[in-house]
Nanobody, 130 residues
Framework: EVQLVESGGGLVQAGGSLRLSCTTS????????IGWFRQAPGKPREGVAC????????YYSESVKGRFTISSDNAKNTVYLEIDNTKSEDTAVYYC???????????????????????WGEGTLVTVSS
């Protein structure tokens, strides 16, 4: 069974750090790109970061570039999202998803990923307090 399970969310003060984990099972991680997107109440999904696991290419949204870092540990079948210098606007449910794409994303990676993703987890809530 294909699964993506997010963990690591919680309450963090503004300016703090948090590491989210996406533990995967039931498929070969190398065959996919894994992305993180978030959704705040009343707002649309927003792609924040993506990694092409086979070659390590990473992609970020402009709103998080420099503060978020995505990485993968193939031995653990896990993809991480490190969030530094947290801001109140980072408050959201964070989801990880997969897209069966190994070639590079061109242009707006999130648009391509969004229409390609076929499985995602149930999310983990991040709340940033000011």
């Amino acid at each position: 069974e294909v699964q993506l399970v997010e963990s690591g969310g919680g309450l963090v003060q503004a300016g703090g750090s948090l590491r989210l984990s996406c533990t995967t099972s039931g498929f070969t991680l190398d065959d996919y790109a894994i992305g993180w997107f978030r959704q705040a109440p009343g707002k649309p999904r927003e792609g924040v970061a993506c990694i092409s696991v086979s070659d390590g290419r990473t992609y970020y949204s402009e709103s998080v570039k420099g503060r978020f870092t995505i990485s993968s540990d193939n031995a653990k079948n896990t993809v991480y999202l490190e969030i530094d210098n947290t801001k109140s606007e980072d408050t959201a449910v964070y989801y990880c998803a997969r897209d069966r794409r190994t070639r590079p994303y061109v242009g707006n990676w999130w648009t391509t990923f969004y229409y390609g993703m076929d499985k995602w987890g149930e999310g983990t809530l991040v709340t940033v307090s000011s």
